[in-house]
């Protein structure tokens, strides 16, 4: 397998690092790609995190499996590890690119396009290729929390088998969104699953311990790392169908009485909004019957602001 026209031979393991741009201040910036393979044939795994640069429980999660030196026995197969694509929003707290590009939007890139263009084209030309599948670890927005879950690609029935596999609480199949790592993989023949967990900037132990089993139970499934290595789940999966943003109907401060990875009903008191002066004070009541896979932890919020996310 040759990576960055590095070789890395069956048994071996090694690093390579992908130019891909300066900073303004004369720094290189450099992709480290961490490859593991096995002296035997096997499956192309891809474990990646950080496409959103503040999305920082995925770039944990992956740093933990390499800390734990989860890859450096494989039985069969090949992984590649990426624990942070985006270096430029890591080091700005952001999301997005420098000039405010979303790596994720950006696939399959362009090697003369914008910064996240050229990222994503590194990996459309210099990874995907080389890979059978994949799981991509993010976390939820500013102050949106994720109960951890994982998103494979409806219909595509290979993807689903690995989203069993990683057995989350929660589970999402859900079309590819336009010109993302999941469409442009999917295209090049790939099966991939994406992780949400957390909020971004904040580290949740829960998505931590559930990203790391979870990738365990992937690559025991591929026949990876023996199967006495595995941790069953010691929950049931909830496999979501649907799903609704419950919206704020009044600004003011905000509380939740009820968070994510709860079962609610209809009517139910799930929250309250008050105003600062003590004019008001509304209660927040569900518009579903389900569970929350997603919840709003801000303080202060506006009319309209998303509250819930609840699926069943
Ligand atoms: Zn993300």
Redesign the pocket.
Known sequence: MEINKKTFEPGETGLTNIHIANLPSGTNIDLPVHVFRAKKEGPVLLICAG??GD?VNGVEIVRRTLEGKLYNNLTTGTAIVIPLINIFGFINFS?DMTDGKDV?RSFPGRKNGSLASQVAYVLSKEIFPKIDCAVDF??GGSARYNYPQIRYTKGNEKSKELAEAFAPPIIIGNRVIEKSFRQEATKQGKFIIVFEGGESLRYDGLSLNIGIEGIMRVMTHLNMIPTNAIKQADYNTTFIEKMYWQRAKKSGIYTWHKSSGTYIKKGELIGSINDPQNKYCIPVKAEKTGLIIGHNNATVISNGDALFHIGW
């Open positions: 496409m959103h999305e999301r994720n993010h976390t």
